[in-house]
């Protein structure tokens, strides 16, 4: 029992980086904006958190810098590709490969340092009760984040007048602006949100996942989480199925290289990867389904005519 | 408070098509100033000794050479992919499959021997990289599947298949357990140039002439119009009975082809063995150059020597000033940031408006009259 509970405790935890960078670039994409630059915001938040973490000994500080650090990232690409009304999917690579630059660069110094931890919820009592007490009420306090997140954007963007308007501005944004809806500002707001959550997972990496920083720790997840927002057809709650599956299958193979499985190591790295190559065509077989699911503006820049 | 607006040019500008990628750079050159200034550094002596210094003497010009060639390859044959709006960004992949196939030979038939080898090495390498290239081609024409994600996602597959390869089943028996193959022979080596002067390889010679030939082909041949006419506008290319999914394996195949050959150029001439990197980002590097050359061949070949000044610098300040060598890449990111935020001023003029001028009140007081005179 206590295996069970810790393992699906490690997938919580693989997957709310997964699922906190994946709702951000959901909404980002749902207002029309195709943001390529998750990974590099991801980095930059991980970098950040950890740095602040490190200096002040305060994890909290370092959460709340890694929030930060995402958004004022975020903000190049939407000046970039809102203002100046630059390729988003060009834009969005540049993002990236700058992010992975410029943390290795700052996390020169705070390579084999020691981090700061988050630590687990723990509410005398009740986080000691077997089984439920450690998964609901003893996890880290991002898990907690990454859920409430998780329904405030569905509720937001299903739910409220101005979720409606945020996601009719990216099915046609010239119908909108000629609505009077102030396009360039609701996207501005949406990129900035999709940095602050890519931050976050990005602090999660470096201040709870492996309390540390290592170059290039992101691996891959900000891509994955763009290829999370595609597997859920843009929809929240399917995003944080995707999200737990892929933790699953993270850290499925982590088990089955510990058990000494005889694969190669290389093999069972690589499955998430090629898992979330599988995801991609299967959900993307169905055209019908993705024609009506994709917010029909994504990606085009828009210049309003005046 | 101040707001852009873009105002539409009637047609693109000539002249900041020329001068964008020079703004563009120069750009690049105050904000590095301001970052070697933070970092405690004069920046003059570091633009002397990231930009000057690495190519002041013959040898030097040499090893920019052998860094130049695999960005313009790569480059070369992913600016065909953009032209045609198609986004094939797992370069970085395909050069680790063209160094795999290619390495074949001189791995499992090193007694294999003679002035064959060279050639037959080669044209392995591209067609691996063209192999490689074509899973996210088919992936996307058969099941519409993104080809953003799937090429990348085989990045990270390819960096850990060649992992597997050097430290399993292709490792050198006699190299004491480190994870490489044993050294090429001297007939699966690519040839110097000039070997009196520097290291310089026929690698170079290839990306000028993949260069060339595609710019030939872009602005001389059918092929090169259809790419284009795909690229800004699909259902014309449909019209004129173009086909986009022929066009997706086109684009793919050619650049996965240029990467492979890259990636065996670079073990066969640099490196002289597989190792698990075989590359400092080449495949990724190779999109800033596609996009600095402006998706111009010959454009491209002059961003390929930038951007390869750009690491053999970056080697020059960790070594002089003990800074990062990671300075390069955030020299690299900046710069494609300025060349795309440049390239809006050949569509667009830019106007800076101030925030009292445009309240809104005293823009509708203005603007009723005129209505009611129209009607």
Request: charged share 10%; glycine share 12%.
């Amino acid at each position: 029992m206590d295996i069970t509970v810790n393992i699906l405790l490690t997938i919580a935890t693989a997957a709310t980086p997964l699922l906190i960078a994946a709702i951000g670039e959901l909404v980002v994409e749902r207002s029309g904006v195709l943001n390529l630059g998750v990974e590099g915001m991801m980095i930059m938040g991980a970098v950040g958190g950890f740095g602040a973490g490190y200096l002040t000994g305060s994890p909290w500080i370092g959460l709340l810098a890694a929030i930060i650090v995402g958004a004022l990232f975020s903000l190049l690409f939407a000046v970039m590709t809102l203002s100046l009304a630059t390729n988003q999917v060009a834009t969005g690579l540049s993002l990236t490969l700058l992010g992975l630059g410029l943390s290795g660069m700052i996390g020169t110094s705070f390579v084999g340092q020691p981090g700061v931890r988050l630590p687990n919820l723990d509410i005398p009592g009740v986080s000691s009760i077997p089984v439920v007490g450690k998964l609901i009420f003893g996890q880290d306090p991002v898990f907690y984040i990454s859920i409430a997140l998780t329904a405030a954007v569905m509720w937001f963007l299903f739910r409220t007048r101005t979720g409606l308007t945020l996601r009719s501005i990216g099915d046609s944004h010239t119908s909108a602006h000629a609505l009077g809806i102030k396009v360039i500002r609701y996207r501005y707001l949406a990129v900035i949100f999709g940095g602050a959550c890519a931050g976050l997972a990005g602090g999660h990496l470096s201040l709870v996942y492996t309390p540390q920083w290592v170059e290039n720790m992101s691996a891959g997840r900000g891509w994955i989480a763009l290829a999370l927002v595609v597997f859920a057809s843009w929809r929240p709650w399917r995003v944080l199925a995707g999200a737990y599956i892929f933790g699953a299958v993270w850290i499925g193979q982590l088990h089955a290289q510990a058990f000494g499985i005889p694969v190669p190591s290389q093999f069972l790295s690589s499955l998430p990867y090629l898992a979330t190559i599988v995801v991609l065509v299967l959900i993307s077989r169905n055209k019908r389904l993705t024609m009506m699911n994709t917010p029909a503006s994504l990606g085009q820049p828009f210049v309003p005519d005046r | 408070m101040m707001r852009i607006e873009l105002v539409k040019r009637p047609q693109r500008s000539a002249l900041f098509s020329v001068l964008s990628p020079f703004i563009a750079f120069a750009l690049t050159i105050i904000a590095g100033g301001i970052m070697f200034a933070l970092l405690g550094v004069n920046p003059l002596d570091a633009f002397n000794i990231y930009f000057i210094q690495p190519v002041s003497e013959v040898w030097q010009l040499h090893e920019l050479a052998i860094k130049a060639a695999p960005l313009i390859l790569i480059a070369v044959g992913l600016s065909v992919c953009y032209k045609a709006n198609i986004w094939n960004i797992g370069a970085e992949g395909q050069f680790i499959f063209g160094a795999i196939f290619g390495s074949i030979i001189p791995v499992l038939f090193p007694q294999f021997e003679g002035p064959l080898v060279i050639p037959l090495m080669l044209l392995l390498g591209m067609v691996g990289g063209a192999f490689y290239a074509s899973i996210p081609a088919f992936l996307k024409t058969r099941f519409s599947t993104n080809e953003i994600l799937t090429s990348l996602m085989l990045v990270y597959v390819a960096q850990l298949f060649l992992d597997w390869l050097v430290r399993g089943p292709w490792r050198d028996p006699q190299g004491h357990g480190f994870p490489q193959t044993i050294q090429f022979s001297d007939s699966a080596t690519l040839p110097q140039l000039m070997p009196d002067a520097g290291r310089a390889n026929w690698g170079f010679v290839f990306a000028l002439v993949a260069a060339v030939a595609i710019w030939l082909m872009m602005s001389r041949m059918l092929k090169g119009f259809e790419v284009r006419v795909l690229g800004s506008s699909p259902r014309a290319g449909r019209f004129a009975g173009f086909g986009f999914n022929r066009m997706v394996f086109f684009s793919f195949l050619l650049s996965g082809a240029l990467a492979g050959l890259a990636g065996i150029s670079e073990v066969s001439g640099a490196i002289g063995q597989l190792q698990p990197v075989i590359s400092p980002g080449y495949g990724f590097t190779a999109i800033i150059v596609a996009f600095l050359g402006r998706l111009n061949p010959l454009g491209i070949v002059a961003a390929g020597l930038v951007l390869a000044l750009t690491y053999l610098g970056g080697e020059a300040v960790q070594s002089a000033l003990g800074i990062s060598d990671k300075v390069a890449r955030v020299f690299q990111g900046m710069l494609l940031f300025f060349v795309l935020g440049c390239d809006t001023l050949i569509h667009y003029r830019i106007r800076l408006i101030g925030m009292a001028l445009m309240k809104p009140d005293a823009a509708k007081l203005d603007a009723a009259p005129k209505l009611e005179e129209a009607r």
